[in-house]
């Protein structure tokens, strides 16, 4: 059974754009795949230092997995600081990382442009995504296209240890591949950039009936007159009922012929989406709303998780010790 790892950052509500970038895919895979699912609390640590939202954002990530369809008795899933051995590793990769490595990485040049403090933790945070990764020898890491960078240096660092410390025969790290959806691409949000927690454009699908159809409603569009045909593929409305729906979906058929042919405004579609939402987590939003009032199950599944997460990430670890003479 091939075995996958994956996370997310705690740094604020899941999104649509997680759920069609990332998590689905978790969901999906979970029947036929060793799993290891954890919530990156060290690395939201680069981007806040609000300690109540990160403790209730991780809470929430935790909850929000397992209301999308995450199931316990399939996944191992767990806090990244229930499973101190990966820090170690990062630390161990750390002396065999080139600066330069860093110094390519984009992900660190558009944080800061963003605002985010520069850090050194923030600059070396592919390292520690790196020791995530490796310390329980995925062959699969399923992401977002804004990740493939990451994976990218994961195996570049991985490669770099085999060949300081390792014969061939028994070399310490696998190298594992990154699993980039391309149909489901980078999903707009409600201003047409990226959908992102960072940009104020994201739609939460959790969010009460009102408001989300609210959010929804302010999705922006161009300005042709409702009479007139229109071409889908240039609207962020059809643009993320494609991404749910899947291509092939006769609703999403639908829609765009309801587009093309003219006579359909742009609120219909709307309405569309948002009922495509509800229809499509009606039981995510219920079983979320159940999870919320159950503190003693999350962590239960947060312990069996992480003590699952450390039999695999403590072999892993020893081994690298090992090489490496500690
Ligand atoms: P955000 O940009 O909101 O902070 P993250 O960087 O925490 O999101 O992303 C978590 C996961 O969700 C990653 O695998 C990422 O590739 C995926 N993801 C985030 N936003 C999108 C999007 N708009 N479209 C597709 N996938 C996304
Ligand atoms: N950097 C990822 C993001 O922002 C989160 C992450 C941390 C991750 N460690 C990981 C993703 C390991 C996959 C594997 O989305």
């Given at each position: 059974?091939?075995?996958?790892?994956?996370?997310?950052?705690?740094?604020?509500?899941?999104?649509?754009?997680?759920?069609?970038?990332?998590?689905?895919?978790?969901?999906?895979?979970?029947?036929?795949?060793?799993?290891?699912?954890?919530?990156?609390?060290?690395?939201?640590?680069?981007?806040?230092?609000?300690?109540?939202?990160?403790?209730?954002?991780?809470?929430?990530?935790?909850?929000?997995?397992?209301?999308?369809?995450?199931?316990?008795?399939?996944?191992?899933?767990?806090?990244?600081?229930?499973?101190?051995?990966?820090?170690?590793?990062?630390?161990?990769?750390?002396?065999?990382?080139?600066?330069?490595?860093?110094?390519?990485?984009?992900?660190?040049?558009?944080?800061?442009?963003?605002?985010?403090?520069?850090?050194?933790?923030?600059?070396?945070?592919?390292?520690?995504?790196?020791?995530?990764?490796l310390s329980v020898d995925p062959d699969l890491v399923p992401v977002g296209e804004d990740q493939r960078q990451h994976i990218e240096i994961t195996r570049d660092l991985a490669q770099k240890f085999n060949h300081c410390y390792c014969q061939e025969s028994d070399d310490v790290f696998r190298l594992p591949d990154a699993?980039?959806?391309?149909?489901?691409?980078?999903?707009?949000?409600?201003?047409?950039?990226?959908?992102?927690?960072?940009?104020?454009?994201?739609?939460?699908?959790?969010?009460?009936?009102?408001?989300?159809?609210?959010?929804?409603?302010?999705?922006?569009?161009?300005?042709?007159?409702?009479?007139?045909?229109?071409?889908?593929?240039?609207?962020?409305?059809?643009?993320?009922?494609?991404?749910?729906?899947?291509?092939?979906?006769?609703?999403?058929?639908?829609?765009?012929?309801?587009?093309?042919?003219?006579?359909?405004?742009?609120?219909?579609?709307?309405?569309?989406?948002?009922?495509?939402?509800?229809?499509?987590?009606?039981?995510?939003?219920?079983?979320?709303?159940?999870?919320?009032?159950?503190?003693?199950?999350?962590?239960?599944?947060?312990?069996?998780g992480a003590d699952a997460a450390r039999a695999k990430v403590s072999q892993v670890t020893r081994r690298a010790r090992d090489a490496v003479g500690l």
């Amino acid at each position: 059974m091939k075995c996958v790892l994956s996370g997310i950052q705690p740094s604020g509500q899941l999104h649509l754009g997680n759920y069609a970038g990332a998590i689905r895919q978790f969901v999906q895979m979970q029947h036929d795949h060793e799993m290891y699912i954890f919530v990156a609390s060290y690395h939201a640590l680069t981007s806040g230092r609000d300690a109540d939202a990160l403790r209730g954002n991780t809470r929430q990530v935790v909850i929000d997995y397992l209301a999308f369809g995450l199931e316990p008795s399939q996944t191992n899933l767990y806090l990244q600081q229930d499973v101190p051995e990966v820090t170690e590793l990062a630390w161990i990769l750390s002396c065999v990382c080139p600066k330069n490595l860093m110094d390519k990485a984009t992900s660190y040049k558009d944080k800061v442009a963003q605002g985010l403090p520069a850090s050194v933790g923030l600059y070396t945070y592919p390292i520690l995504q790196a020791s995530d990764i490796l310390s329980v020898d995925p062959d699969l890491v399923p992401v977002g296209e804004d990740q493939r960078q990451h994976i990218e240096i994961t195996r570049d660092l991985a490669q770099k240890f085999n060949h300081c410390y390792c014969q061939e025969s028994d070399d310490v790290f696998r190298l594992p591949d990154a699993m980039i959806r391309e149909e489901a691409g980078v999903l707009p949000g409600i201003d047409g950039r990226k959908m992102s927690k960072s940009y104020d454009n994201a739609i939460d699908p959790f969010m009460d009936e009102k408001p989300l159809r609210k959010r929804i409603m302010k999705i922006v569009t161009d300005t042709t007159p409702v009479e007139a045909p229109k071409d889908p593929q240039r609207c962020t409305i059809f643009q993320i009922f494609r991404a749910l729906a899947g291509p092939d979906d006769t609703r999403t058929t639908d829609l765009a012929n309801q587009y093309r042919a003219g006579g359909m405004g742009y609120s219909n579609a709307k309405q569309a989406l948002f009922e495509l939402i509800m229809d499509l987590f009606g039981e995510a939003r219920r079983r979320r709303t159940e999870l919320m009032t159950d503190p003693s199950y999350i962590e239960k599944v947060l312990r069996d998780g992480a003590d699952a997460a450390r039999a695999k990430v403590s072999q892993v670890t020893r081994r690298a010790r090992d090489a490496v003479g500690l």
